[in-house]
Nanobody
Framework: QVQLVESGGGLVQTGGSLRLSCAAS????????MGWFRQAPGKEREFVAG????????NYADSVKGRFTISRDNAKNTVYLQMNSLKPEDTTVYYC??????????????????WGQGTQVTVSS
């Protein structure tokens, strides 16, 4: 089992920045691919960014490329999502997830085995 706890969400103006953190405990964190997803009310959960266990491979949704950066610190069992140039359409709940198999950076929800409780990000116009 891996327990994930997100933090760092909040309210920010358009063009502002936030950094989300996800603290992991339980199974060996640095063997897991980690991902960030988001889900708006009434919509499917969508992939935002992912990072391999070594940090050498990263993947981003087209909608956030160039604005968001995913990183991880295996010594601290933490993964981060730096979000810059935020837009109102980025408003939603963001979830951290762990893929225990670590087979590259997969983008599908079903590839991830463990999930955090989510953190709300609100971007005002």
């Amino acid at each position: 089992q891996v327990q994930l706890v997100e933090s760092g969400g909040g309210l920010v103006q358009t063009g502002g920045s936030l950094r989300l953190s996800c603290a992991a405990s339980g199974r060996t964190f640095n063997r897991n691919t980690m991902g960030w997803f988001r889900q708006a009310p009434g919509k499917e959960r969508e992939f935002v960014a992912g990072i391999s266990y070594s940090g050498s491979s990263r993947n981003y949704a087209d909608s956030v490329k160039g604005r968001f950066t995913i990183s991880r610190d295996n010594a601290k069992n933490t993964v981060y999502l730096q979000m810059n140039s935020l837009k109102p359409e980025d408003t939603t709940v963001y979830y951290c997830a762990a893929d225990r198999y670590g087979l590259g950076v997969r983008t599908g929800v079903v590839a991830y085995d463990y999930w955090g409780q989510g953190t709300q990000v609100t971007v005002s116009s």
